[in-house]
């Protein structure tokens, strides 16, 4: 047992890839490797699955390629409004990152999102879209009329979402990739054959997916959240 703890212990730390040698030596992490590997593969899936597009006679693949993007502009323009059209191609490719990243134990790899400096910057980009747009569409005093609404009285509490919200979403993120992490390096120590396989059709596949959905939508739903007013 106590080897199984040193080993997660040990697995449970960010890895170094290799080291640069430049200005002494600069540290490239293990998550930032499997990173270019999911950026790689969704860019040569997106050259692949565009190069026969049609508009006369759509493929299959058109088709649905087609479907999923019009869930997601019909998600977004629900949850955002008019204002809809920037915000789409920003979560879609988050939604693609994550939900690739959060899967991609099942190939062998470590998830990138097991490292909180990936979640905390996705949190931070999160934050700096949804602040943002609610400034750019209210205006510098709509944007900070809205820290007073519904009521003056909640000023203070709605200060402190600048910080509660990104940590939520680093965290909840965070927290699940690590959690389902640690069970299944502790089946592969109880029953190295049988049990890891079927579990990690839940924990590597569908609480990934989970995960990107939560993690989209409540972006999307704090977006809304800081425009609103300027909808109506």
């Not at 005093?141 to 009285?153: R, V, Y």
């Amino acid at each position: 047992m106590d080897a199984f703890k040193e080993a997660l212990v040990e697995e449970l730390g960010t890895h170094t890839a290799f080291t640069i040698p430049l200005f002494g030596g600069i540290p490239v992490a293990e998550s930032v490797v499997v990173t270019w590997i999911v950026m790689a593969v969704l860019l040569t899936a997106a050259l692949l699955l565009t190069r026969n597009l049609s508009v006369d006679a759509p493929g299959k693949v058109q088709v649905t390629l087609e479907s999923a993007v019009q869930f997601l502009n019909g998600f977004v323009r629900t949850n955002i409004g008019s204002h809809w059209r920037p915000f789409a191609p920003w979560l879609g490719t988050v939604a693609l990152y994550i939900g690739f990243a959060n899967i991609i134990g099942i190939f062998g790899l470590t998830p990138p999102t097991k490292d909180i400096s990936v979640t905390a910057a996705l949190a931070l980009m999160s934050m700096l879209l949804i602040y943002g747009a609610q400034f750019r569409y209210n205006g510098l005093l709509g944007g900070l009329k809205k820290f007073a609404e519904p009521m003056p009285l909640l000023l203070p509490i709605n200060l402190m979402e600048v910080a509660v919200r990104p940590l939520a979403l680093c965290m909840r993120l965070f927290g699940n990739v690590l959690g389902a992490f640690i069970i299944m390096e502790m089946l592969k120590f109880v029953a190295p054959v049988v049990l890891p396989a079927v579990f990690s059709l839940y924990f590597d596949l569908f609480d990934g997916l989970i995960q990107t959905v939560v993690f989209v939508f409540l972006t999307t739903l704090f977006t809304g959240e800081g425009i609103k007013e300027e909808e109506a």
